[in-house]
């Protein structure tokens, strides 16, 4: 089988950052199968590498977190005429295997299954365009009427979706009843990251100390809501307790939160850069609870975000601000608490329990790497995958119905 693999923002682990559609085409050529991938970068040439089996075409296509509406839509719509052209020159694939966001990916699939009748299946990470209108991005009626007539063209003339959360499936289904959906989580990478004690001098190096600690690591852009842990680390120094804070990422808000701490004056808070994987698992080996977090609207909370699968394969425990997937998660399995961003002080409370009860806290991150080992490896993932591609050569995996959980 030929697959033509298209994500937009395609990144190596070497480069960090959201690394699904990698470990997910990695696996499917070590099955066997021919991968091309069709991605952009911020270079102004075409470029053609092959990582680990993986034909990768990289289209000159410059983007930016901190583009603005008009911007994005122009790098959008670059990507797909370009992507388009090299369609064209390749062989033909069996299929098309599409991931958003942004949702205007979609439109190659559209395309190649008029013009050449190329079959696609179309991934959906992130509600397109329901997310972007409900956190008011998006205001100009024509312009959603015109998205959510896009959106449901792309759904309902794809072979099959595969949707990252409960969510998200029960969204799609809501609005397109005959497609054939499939559930495929992001998921953990259970070989590198893994459960290790915190070191003394790796700690030093870090500029962190051995203490009880809270870490975010991941996008910090509008809708993460990370003032919410910026005050969280103030109310934790207002009341005295021992223990630190670590930020670590980019994105659009990153300066203004540091502006925040400044102003008031945390001591317990570390900014961390944006790191690659491997600099992800030196935070996460100093670290006792990952910090998940949304803004308050309920689109976001069908989201799978990867920071929590990170912090599930290291074994850590998860403080979550948000109600959705993710939260019913950590409530089943006893992975850590829930952040109340209207309680503070109830929070730092719970977390005074766990930082005081070694025994408590060992429990929760003894869950987290469970669930991770038995229900959302990566290899289970592919396996998933191979079979939405092919059910006759690959069998479905039935023992995932430990998060067919409704968000």
Known sequence: ?????????????????????????????????????????????????????IKVHYLPVPYDNAFGFLKRTVAFSRFVTKAKSLIK????????????????TGLI????????????????????????????????????KALYYLEERIYSRALKIVALS??????????????????????????????????????????????????????VGSVNALHEFIYLAKDAQDQSKDWQFILMGKGMKKQE???????????NLK???????REVREILAATDIVYVSFDHFPVLGTNSPNKFFDALAMGKAVLVNH??????????????????????RETIRQLA???ENPQALKQAQKNSRSLATLHFSKEKAVRKLLFVLDPVKFKMDTTDGVYILTA
């Open 166 to 219: 409960p969510g998200i499936k029960n969204y799609i289904r809501n609005k397109c009843q005959r497609a054939e959906l499939f559930l495929i989580p992001n998921f953990c990478d259970t070989d590198f990251f893994s459960p290790v004690k915190k070191d003394g001098q790796k700690l030093e190096k870090l500029g962190l100390k051995e203490r009880f600690t809270i870490t975010y690591t991941g996008a």
């Open 1 to 53: 089988m030929r697959i033509i693999y298209i994500h937009q923002y395609f990144v190596t682990p070497e480069e960090g950052g959201a690394i699904r559609s990698y470990h997910l085409a990695k696996g499917l050529v070590e099955a066997g199968l021919e991968v091309e991938m069709i991605t952009a970068h911020n270079h102004s040439n075409y470029d053609l590498r092959i990582i680990d089996g």
């Open 271 to 277: 900014f961390h850069p944006f790191g690659n994987k």
């Open 89 to 104: 020159r390749l062989p033909r694939p069996d299929l098309l295997y599409i991931t958003s966001t942004p949702l205007t």
């Open 109 to 144: 699939g559209l395309w190649a299954k008029k013009k050449f009748a190329l079959p696609y299946i179309f991934e959906v990470r992130d509600l397109w365009p329901e997310a972007p209108i409900q956190v008011g991005v998006i205001r100009n009626k024509l312009i959603k």
């Open 353 to 355: 329990v766990l930082s």
């Open 257 to 267: 939160l540091e502006v925040l701490s400044k102003d008031l004056r945390l001591k």
């Open 323 to 344: 109600k959705g997937w993710v939260y019913e998660l950590i409530k089943r399995h006893r992975l850590g608490l829930y952040h109340n961003p209207g309680n503070h």
